[in-house]
């Protein structure tokens, strides 16, 4: 148990669907992550909220679209979605927005787009 | 390309044998962190080290960094069937854009065999 719980665990959903992930951490970290994990390819950062503002998106596709209400949840909505969008999709958080500490991952949410 | 490569793809060992696992970067680094995924799940944190380290200790890990060599290797001793994961190394460093970011190797798949 990291602290950092994502729901849900499994989701299957057609190309015309809308359907959103989240993720919530109980760790009192400021900064939350997604990244997407595909097979045979790096870990890749999607986005960063620092204090409920996104501080980074990294050229990702507008059919994901990214909420911070407050620090402690994030949420990914997914629409319109390709099959090759079908991946791990990983939410983090850590004490502050910076990259010389420690990540705290949840387990995941394993995407499915038919 | 990436920063962090590991090497090797694929490791399988027996129980009770060491596991060296090994990371290059390209770019200077503030620090090195390595982390393990079991399969279908999120990563976990095993241990930072730092540019001005050489070596760090962690129960049954050890982490080395060279940075003249731009590399890092992680060492499982008396390895057990639990260890079976894979690792990645990340690193912090800059983006194309300007922006620092952890960037996240593809990962050294282990496997210890009982």
């Known amino acids: 148990e990291t602290g950092v719980t994502q729901t849900p665990r499994h989701l299957v959903m057609g190309m015309t669907n809308k359907k959103s992930l989240k993720c919530e951490q109980h760790l009192g970290h400021n900064a939350m992550y997604w990244y997407k994990q595909s097979a045979k390819k790096p870990l890749e950062l999607m986005f960063v909220?620092?204090?409920?503002?996104?501080?980074e998106n990294n050229s990702v596709p507008s059919r994901f679209s990214p909420e911070c209400p407050n620090s402690s949840h994030l949420f990914l909505h997914l629409h319109t979605l390709q099959p090759e969008d079908s991946a791990l999709y990983l939410c983090?958080?850590?004490?502050?927005?910076?990259?010389?500490?420690?990540?705290?991952f949840g387990e995941g949410s394993r995407l499915t787009v038919l | 390309s990436q920063q962090g490569e590991e090497d090797p793809q694929a490791l399988s060992i027996q129980e009770g044998e060491n596991a060296t696992m090994n990371c290059s970067y390209k770019?200077?680094?503030?620090?090195l962190q390595w982390y393990r995924q079991n399969s279908g799940r999120g990563l976990v944190h095993l241990i930072l080290?730092?540019?001005?380290?050489r070596e760090k200790h962690s129960g049954r890990l050890r982490v080395t960094l060279d940075t003249s060599k731009k590399s890092s290797s992680l060492l499982i001793t008396a390895s057990r069937a639990a260890d079976t994961a894979s690792y990645f190394c990340a690193t912090d460093a800059w983006a194309q854009g300007g922006s620092e970011k952890l960037v996240f190797g593809k990962g050294t798949k282990l496997t210890v065999n009982p």
């Open positions: 983090a958080s850590s004490q502050d927005f910076e990259w010389h500490g420690e990540l705290f």
């Open positions: 770019t200077s680094i503030n620090n």
């Open positions: 909220y620092s204090l409920e503002e996104r501080v």
């Open positions: 080290i730092r540019s001005n380290e």
